[in-house]
Nanobody, 126 residues
Framework: QVQLVESGGGLVQAGGSLRLSCAAS????????MAWFRQAPGKEREPVAA????????YYGDSVKGRFTISRDNAKNTVYLQMNSLQPEDMGIYYC???????????????????WGQGTQVTVSS
């Protein structure tokens, strides 16, 4: 079992930055694919970024490319999401997810992830 706890959300003005953290416990995340998803009110959960378990390659949703950066610190068992140039459309609850066995083609399929955190709210004022 892996437990995930997100932190770092909050209120920021448009154009500002936030860094989210996802602290894992229970098992080392070194062999897990880790991802961030977000969900705005009335919308479906959408993928934001992911780092694959093997080579550590990173992947991003089209709307955040060039602005967000996912990284992992296996020694701290933590994954981060650095979010720059935030816009009102980035608002939502951000969830951290982990899975040890999904294949690369499923990296943005939320149904393939076994473990989820409770989420952290990100609010962007215009």
């Amino acid at each position: 079992q892996v437990q995930l706890v997100e932190s770092g959300g909050g209120l920021v003005q448009a154009g500002g930055s936030l860094r989210l953290s996802c602290a894992a416990s229970g098992r080392s995340i070194a062999s897990y694919t880790m991802a961030w998803f977000r969900q705005a009110p009335g919308k479906e959960r959408e993928p934001v970024a992911a780092v694959f378990r093997r080579a550590g390659h990173t992947y991003y949703g089209d709307s955040v490319k060039g602005r967000f950066t996912i990284s992992r610190d296996n020694a701290k068992n933590t994954v981060y999401l650095q979010m720059n140039s935030l816009q009102p459309e980035d608002m939502g609850i951000y969830y951290c997810a982990a899975d040890s066995s999904l294949i690369l083609s499923s990296i943005f399929n939320s149904r393939q992830y076994d473990y989820w955190g409770q989420g952290t709210q990100v609010t962007v004022s215009s």
